[in-house]
C-alpha cells in the first residue's frame, strides 16, 4: 500500500510561522502550547489558547491542518498542564494531538476519545511490537519515527504493521533515542522529557577564549571552535570529546537531516508524511524549507523523480547536510 | 539463611543487583555472577544484555548454569531486556525469553506488547515519571517499576508513595544517560556498528572522554552514553524507604560488587551510618566521582552532601 | 517593481554620518511609530524578563542599547562598548536588518558565525522569538516617520537601493571584463555617486519639509 501523496507536515513556533508555512505551502502544520507541555518551550516561542484557534482557523480556511504537540512526560502530581492541554486542543479543534506520555495517552484516549492521536517521537517506537502496543491500548492512527532507522528499515516497519507513519526529512540529526536523552539534563537540571528543553538558553554560554569562542552548557564545555568554523547547536550530543588522546565530534557532526534527494524512496518505502524539523527556528527558515520541499513534492507527483537542486545547504546545522540513519553504515 | 526471614518480615527493603552494562568476556561475567550467587547479600539479580543485541550469543552458553546458581542461592532471577529494539532478530530474542518463563524487567515498549498478560518488571528505560503511567502499567500487569534515574525525590514520592507494586531505584552506579543506535565505543575507533570488532570490551568500566578543557563528564558504553560519575544514594537511602521505594539497584561496575552489596545493605538495615559507609566506599570506587543531583532535582553530575 | 525591504547601503550611509544625538532623536521617532503598528510586538517584549541588549554593528561607528522586559522597551544609540549588558549581539548591519524583519533565519546565521552572541543566551532566544512573531517591515516604519512624504520617501529610497545594485552590477562587470586587479572606470563611479548623492538629498529634504509641516501643524 503506497500512499499516493506525500503529506508535507511542518512546524510553527510562532503564530506567523504558521502562516508562513502554509503559504509556502504546507499540508499540515505542527505546534505547541506556551508550557512545559510541549518539547520544545523555549522562551518566547509557541502559542497561546487565542493564537492557536486563530491559526486553526487560518489553516482551515485554506484546507490544511494543525497537529498538537502535547509531547513531553508530565511531573508526578502536577499532570493537570498536560490534561488542560488536552482538552484546549480538542476544543480548538485541532486535528491531531502528538502524544508521548503512556499516562497522558491513557488521559486523551478516555477523555477525548473522538480527537485523533498521533505517537511522538518523544515515544521512541522503533519497532512493530511497539507501534502495535500504542496502537491497541491507545487508538493511535500515526506513528512519528524516531530518527534512528535506514530507508529499509521504515519500509519494513510499514508493511508489518500497516500503520500511518510520519518521518523526519529535514532538520537535526538527533542521533539519541528521542524521549529518552538524559544528557542534557545530567548538565543543566532542565529536563528535554519533563520541561521540553533540550541544552536551555539559559545554561547556554559562549565565552571568547583567544582567537577562538567556547561554548559551554552549564558548567561543561562543549566544544572550542575558531572564527568562521562552522558552529552546531548547543546541545551535549554535538560537542566534541576527547577520546584516545584525540578531540573528535564523538556521537554527532555539526550537519543538518535532509532527505530531499531521497523523497522518492521515502514513497515508496510507504511513508505517509514528511516532517520538517524546527519549531524552535524562525519564519523564514521555515518559509524557505517548506518551500524547497513543496517544489520537490510537486515534481515528484508528477512524476519527476530526478533529484531537485537544493539550496537547503546554507539553512541546515552547521551547514551541511546528511541523509543521516536513512542510509546504512550511519549508524 | 537470609531468605526465610525476608518473608516474614513484609516491608523489608530488598536489594538488587541491575544487568550488568558492560562487555565483559564470557567467562569474567559468569564467575562475576557466582561470586554474586555465592556471597553477595543481594535478593534479586537481573541478567540480560540491555546495550547491544551484537554481544548477547557470547554469554548464551553460560546462562544456564549462572541462573542456576543464583537461584539455588535463593535469589531471584530477572530477564532485562534490550533498551532499543528495531529488528526482527531482536524481537524474536525477546519472545523466546517470555516463553522461557522468564520473568522479563521490559526496556522497550515492544516487550509489553509480547508479554500481553504477564507479570513483569518495567525496566528503567520506559518512562515512568507520574502516577498515570505508572496506573496504566500496572493495570497491564506490572508487578514492580524501576524508575528512570532522572526522576528526582519530590516525584518517587509520588509515584512509589500511591503504587500498588513494588518500586526499585537504582542507588549505585555509572547512570545510563542515553540509548542510541550508532555505536559511539566504534566510533571513536574510527569503525562502524557493523565492523566494530566488539572494541566495547576493551573497557570494563566504560570509556572515559573529556571534554576539550579535560572535564570528565561522559563514559561511553557501546551505544549507551553513561554518566562519569558514579551515583552514589547512601544518605537517600532512608528517606527513599520512607517514601515506599521497595527495591534498590545497584549497578555492577568493575569494582568489589559484594563489598558494595555489604556496604549499602548495612545502611539499609541501619547497623552502619551513610557517612560512615561512603568514606568505605570510596576505598573501592579509586577517583571516579559521586554523583546525586537527579535524586535532588538538581542537574545530575551534582553531588548534594547530605544534611 | 516596488521596493519592499529598507535599502541598507542607504541606512548604513545615514547612519555613518549621523551625529549620535541625531539618530537618537530618529529612533526615538521610528520607536514610536512602531509602538503604533506592532502594539502586539511591545506588550510581548514588555512582558520577557528584564534584560539589556547591546547591538554592535561592525560596519557602523555607533552601537546600540535595546533594554526590554518590565514594562519597558528602549532603545538607544551609545559609543561605549564597556557598559553593562546581559547579552551582546555582533555583525553587519545588513545581517542585523534582516534578522530584525524575520528575513532570514537567526540560526543560520549563528551556524555559518554572520552573527556572533556572547553573554546570557536565554535573553537573545527570547528576543529573537519575540520578534519573529511579527512581521515587521522596517522600510514602512522607516518611511512612515515621513507623514504625508510617505510615498516619495519610499520612492526616492528605492530609487537609491536601485542605483546602488546597478553600482555593484557595474562593478562586477567591469570586473570580469578586465583583469581582476583592475579598478572599474573612474568616471563610471564617480557619476553613480554622483546620482545616490542627489538622491539622498532629495530625501533629506523631504525630512525636513516632513518637519516643517509638523510644527506649523503643532
Not at chain 1, 251 to 278: H, M, S, W, Y
Not at chain 2, 119 to 133: A, K, M, Q
Amino acid at each position: 500500500m503506497t500512499p499516493s501523496y506525500l503529506e508535507l507536515v511542518c512546524p510553527a513556533g510562532t503564530p506567523a510561522s504558521l502562516r508562513a508555512a502554509i503559504d509556502a505551502g504546507a499540508d499540515t502544520v505542527y505546534c505547541g502550547f506556551r508550557n512545559c507541555t510541549n518539547a520544545r518551550n523555549y522562551p518566547g516561542l509557541n502559542f497561546d489558547q487565542d493564537e492557536l484557534v486563530e491559526g486553526i482557523a487560518y489553516a482551515h480556511e485554506r484546507g490544511r491542518k494543525v497537529l498538537v504537540a502535547i509531547n513531553t512526560f508530565p511531573r508526578a502530581g502536577d499532570e493537570k498542564p498536560w490534561h488542560q492541554a488536552v482538552d484546549n486542543a480538542a476544543e480548538a479543534r485541532a486535528d491531531a494531538i502528538i502524544l508521548a506520555d503512556i499516562g497522558v495517552l491513557d488521559y486523551a484516549t478516555r477523555h477525548q476519545p473522538s480527537m485523533r492521536r498521533h505517537l511522538s517521537v518523544q515515544a521512541s517506537a522503533a519497532n512493530a511490537l511497539s507501534i502495535a502496543f500504542y496502537r491497541d491500548h491507545f487508538d493511535v492512527k500515526r506513528v512519528v519515527l524516531p530518527r534512528v532507522l535506514s530507508v529499509e528499515d521504515v519500509a519494513a516497519l510499514i508493511k508489518e504493521t500497516g500503520m500511518e507513519t510520519e518521518v523526519f526529512a529535514f532538520g537535526s540529526v538527533g542521533p539519541m533515542s528521542e524521549g529518552r536523552c538524559f544528557l542534557s539534563s545530567y548538565m543543566t537540571g532542565l529536563s528535554p522529557t519533563s520541561e521540553g528543553v533540550c541544552a536551555p538558553a539559559s545554561h547556554v554560554a559562549y565565552k571568547e577564549d583567544g582567537d577562538c569562542i567556547k561554548s559551554c552548557l552549564g558548567c561543561v564545555t562543549l566544544n572550542k571552535f575558531s572564527k568562521g568554523e562552522p558552529a552546531p547547536y548547543p546541545t551535549p550530543c554535538k560537542g566534541r570529546y576527547v577520546t584516545h588522546g584525540q578531540a573528535s565530534y564523538l556521537f554527532e557532526e555539526p550537519i543538518g537531516l535532509n532527505a530531499i534527494d531521497i523523497l522518492p524512496q521515502l514513497k515508496a518505502a510507504g511513508v505517509t508524511a514528511l516532517k520538517i524539523e524546527g519549531r524552535q527556528r524562525s519564519r523564514a527558515y521555515v518559509a524557505e524549507v517548506v518551500g524547497a520541499f513543496r517544489k520537490a513534492l510537486d515534481g515528484l507527483a508528477q512524476g519527476n523523480t530526478e533529484s531537485s537542486t537544493n539550496d537547503l545547504k546554507n539553512i541546515a546545522e552547521g551547514g551541511r547536510e546528511t541523509f543521516g540513519a536513512y542510509k546504512k553504515g550511519w549508524r | 539463611m537470609k531468605k526465610t526471614t525476608t518473608k516474614t518480615k513484609k516491608a523489608a527493603s530488598r536489594l538488587t543487583l541491575g544487568p550488568l552494562f558492560f562487555h565483559w568476556p564470557a567467562e569474567k561475567r559468569r564467575d562475576f555472577y557466582f561470586r554474586i550467587a555465592d556471597e553477595a547479600d543481594i535478593d534479586s539479580v537481573y541478567l540480560g544484555e540491555v546495550v547491544c543485541s551484537k554481544r548477547e550469543p557470547f554469554f548464551e552458553d553460560f546462562l544456564p548454569a549462572v541462573t542456576a546458581r543464583l537461584r539455588a542461592a535463593g535469589k531471584e532471577v530477572v530477564f532485562s531486556t534490550l533498551a532499543l529494539v528495531t529488528s526482527e532478530r531482536e524481537m524474536k530474542a525477546i519472545l523466546r525469553r517470555v516463553e522461557e518463563g522468564f520473568l522479563i524487567e521490559a526496556n522497550d515498549v515492544a516487550c509489553l506488547q509480547a508479554l500481553k498478560d504477564k507479570p513483569h518488571v518495567i525496566g528503567p528505560f520506559i518512562n515512568v515519571f507520574n502516577e498515570s503511567s505508572r496506573d496504566f502499567l500496572i493495570r497491564n500487569k506490572a508487578k514492580r517499576i524501576v524508575l528512570p534515574v532522572e526522576i528526582p525525590a519530590a516525584s518517587i514520592k509520588t509515584v512509589a508513595g500511591g503504587s500498588k507494586v513494588e518500586t526499585e531505584v537504582m542507588v549505585f552506579g555509572r547512570q545510563p544517560l542515553s540509548v542510541a543506535m550508532r555505536c559511539y565505543h566504534a566510533r571513536s575507533h574510527g569503525l562502524n556498528k557493523d565492523s566494530c570488532q566488539f572494541v566495547c570490551g576493551q573497557n570494563p568500566d566504560g570509556l572515559q572522554t573529556q571534554t576539550v578543557d579535560g572535564q570528565q563528564i561522559l563514559t561511553v558504553n557501546g551505544t549507551q552514553t553513561m554518566s562519569h560519575g558514579y551515583a552514589v544514594l547512601l544518605e537517600e537511602l532512608a528517606s527513599l524507604q520512607k517514601m515506599g521505594v521497595t527495591h534498590f539497584r545497584l549497578s555492577p561496575q568493575d569494582i568489589d560488587m559484594v563489598e558494595t552489596a555489604r556496604l549499602y545493605r548495612a545502611v539499609l538495615n541501619k547497623t552502619c551510618a551513610p557517612d560512615e559507609a561512603e568514606i568505605k566506599l570510596k576505598t573501592l570506587t579509586a577517583d571516579v566521582p559521586f554523583v546525586n543531583g537527579f535524586l535532588h532535582g538538581r542537574e545530575g553530575l551534582a553531588w548534594v552532601q547530605g544534611t | 517593481m516596488q521596493q519592499n525591504h529598507l535599502p541598507t547601503p542607504l541606512a548604513r550611509a545615514a547612519m555613518r554620518v549621523i551625529p549620535a544625538s541625531v539618530l537618537q532623536r530618529m529612533i526615538d521617532a521610528l520607536m514610536r511609530g512602531m509602538r503604533q503598528s506592532h502594539p502586539r510586538l511591545f506588550s510581548n517584549l514588555e512582558r520577557l524578563d528584564a534584560a539589556v541588549v547591546r547591538i554592535e554593528p561592525s560596519d557602523l561607528p555607533h552601537n546600540f542599547t535595546l533594554a526590554f522586559g518590565h514594562g519597558e522597551t528602549s532603545l538607544t544609540v551609545t559609543s561605549s562598548k564597556d557598559s553593562v549588558c546581559s547579552a551582546r549581539l555582533k555583525g553587519k548591519l545588513a545581517a542585523l536588518l534582516d534578522l530584525l524583519e524575520g528575513r532570514i533565519d537567526g540560526d543560520m546565521m549563528f551556524f555559518s558565525r554572520s552573527i556572533e552572541i556572547t553573554g546570557d543566551t536565554s535573553v537573545m532566544v527570547a528576543l529573537r522569538n519575540t520578534i519573529d512573531r511579527e512581521e515587521i517591515n522596517l522600510l514602512d516604519d522607516v518611511t512612515a516617520l515621513f507623514g504625508p512624504f510617505a510615498r516619495p520617501a519610499r520612492h526616492v529610497a528605492s530609487l537609491i537601493d536601485k542605483v546602488g545594485q546597478r553600482m555593484k552590477e557595474r562593478i562586477q562587470e567591469i570586473n570580469e571584463e578586465r583583469s581582476p586587479d583592475a579598478q572599474p572606470a573612474k568616471a563610471e563611479c564617480d557619476a553613480m555617486r554622483a546620482e545616490v548623492q542627489a538622491l539622498k538629498t532629495r530625501l533629506a529634504k523631504l525630512e525636513v519639509r516632513r518637519q516643517r509641516t509638523e510644527v506649523s501643524s503643532q
